[in-house]
């Protein structure tokens, strides 16, 4: 896949992230994670860039904003409490090798503990908590085990998910099916494999993007942040991760990912988050405060890491 070499500079030079850096070799050049480079980005994510920053702000006993092991906690204030700052570490590539990051999953998987068999168990926060605690390293903790069982049972006979107690599954589930994403091939059984069939035929079927009879505007715009929203972009990651790259029904959204790309080879943030105030069931009663890695308008290097290992998954994604 052919990148300009500003644009390799510009993902992978001092002034990157170590974490963009680290996706930029790994996902779009395909470097092997032990090459020397890479290992030495790995072990600065968390001591300089966005995961250090964000960690500046972490409570000794590992929370950020509203102390505390219930839901209600750790999602507030908004965006900005741990639940919030935690998917954002876990995207980066923080893992449970830092103590800090161990602090917080301890919390996290308090919560697990306590809601994972509730009746009123809630999708959009179990796919979201799931995905990050593989992503620190707790695969085989009995709460995440416990947490992927839920998730596949949640299923809905259409093979979406609903955040909601709706009998067909929608668009915006994304959280359950990036959940069992993160599951390495090697450890899924016969019921994660074929929740995963499912789930990736259920976005397929729809082209990622079609679901009434209208357009919806937030879906076509790129955000990070994403926290419990979706976009596009993120559809084309979970589906390109589980290896759904070739498959033809891909086209229109890739096409839609092409044109977002501006003449200099970057991607930009459309807009930070929550867009929800565009939808009624949205309504917001306190202050917002999106947490934002980079400003929306201009040049991202996560949105266009992030665009370069979609298009890097799929056969016909030369840049």
Not at 67 to 88: C, D, K
Not at 91 to 105: E, H, N, Q, V
Not at 158 to 185: K, M, Q, V
Request: glycine content about 8%.
């Amino acid at each position: 896949m052919r990148v300009t070499p500003p644009i390799r500079r510009w993902l992978t030079g001092p002034k990157a992230d170590p974490s963009v850096r680290v996706r930029f070799w790994t996902e779009v050049e395909g470097r092997d994670p032990t090459d020397p480079e890479v290992q030495k980005s790995l072990k600065t994510i968390g001591r300089v860039g966005w995961a250090a920053s964000l960690l500046e702000h972490q409570m000794p006993d590992g929370h950020w904003g509203t102390p505390g092991t219930s839901l209600r906690e750790l999602i507030r204030p908004w965006f900005l409490a741990t639940n919030w700052v935690a998917l954002v570490l876990s995207d980066l590539g923080m893992t449970r090798s830092d103590p800090r990051i161990r602090k917080t999953a301890e919390q996290i998987l308090a919560w697990r503990a306590k809601v994972v068999k509730a009746k009123d168990a809630e999708l959009c926060y179990a796919g979201n908590a799931t995905r990050m605690l593989i992503r620190f390293g707790y695969l085989d903790h009995p709460v995440v085990q416990k947490s992927i069982a839920w998730i596949v049972g949640a299923q809905k006979s259409d093979g979406g998910w609903h955040c909601f107690p709706y009998r067909s599954g929608t668009l915006d589930a994304w959280e359950g099916l990036a959940a069992l994403a993160e599951i390495p091939e090697d450890a899924r059984d016969g019921s994660i494999r074929s929740a995963i069939e499912r789930g990736a035929e259920f976005y397929l079927r729809r082209k990622l993007m079609k679901q009434g009879s209208e357009r919806y505007p937030p879906w076509f715009r790129i955000h990070y942040p994403t926290h419990f929203y979706y976009d596009l972009l993120v559809g084309l990651r979970v589906l390109t991760r589980l290896g759904y790259g070739a498959d033809p029904r891909l086209v229109p959204a890739l096409r839609w990912l092409r044109a977002k790309r501006a003449r200099d080879g970057t991607w930009a943030l459309d807009a930070a988050h929550p867009e929800g105030r565009e939808a009624d069931q949205w309504v917001f009663r306190q202050p917002i405060y999106p947490l934002m890695l980079e400003a929306p308008q201009g040049p991202s290097r996560w949105a266009t890491v992030e665009a370069l290992s979609v298009l890097a998954k799929t056969e016909s994604g030369n840049a």
